[in-house]
């Protein structure tokens, strides 16, 4: 598994808790969605050769559908890195002092955003679904008393494992603060 070695504007003692992706079911959803669209081509080539007999025929008409076929691919192509991209690079990381939300909404749009753990008001733990009960995968909103009201870890694995630990570690955060500042 990928382990973070650097860690932007790292505070002294700070430790990596969690470093969360997206449940692997989602990747495994992905790529069965995009396999069958593969092979829609293939589908409109038989149903044309069954009706359209003629238009196989013609060399214009071919090299048409050819281009037609290798523009769907192109496509296909960039749709699946789009789409592969958007769950490798949703990233959220929880350390013993703050939570970072990184989030790639497009091909050149990332958005990370940063929160404290004593802003932190609220965690919930949330499935939905039978198969995101079996396979213990969910999401995670984090309720802050920042800018951005609420931070969503969608699709991770073992959410309410994480919202409990989130929960412990601002407990213990806030109990530190208390202590320092007397």
Known sequence: ???????????????????????????????LAYLFLAFIPLIAYFFIRREFVDLLQNAIALIFLNLLVFTFYLFWWLMFYHSFLDYFLDIWIVTNRRIINIEQLGLFHRVVAEN?????????????????????????????AGAEKVIIFEQIARPNYIAQEIIGLVEKHKRLMTKETG
């Open 1 to 31: 598994m990928f382990r973070l070695k650097y860690l932007p504007h790292r505070e002294p003692n700070e430790k990596i808790i969690f470093f969360l992706h997206r449940h692997w079911c989602v990747l495994a959803g992905i790529i």
């Open 116 to 144: 404290k753990l004593f802003r932190i008001q609220d965690v919930v733990a949330q499935q939905k679904g039978i198969l995101s009960t079996f396979l213990n995968y969910g999401e995670v909103h984090i309720q802050t």
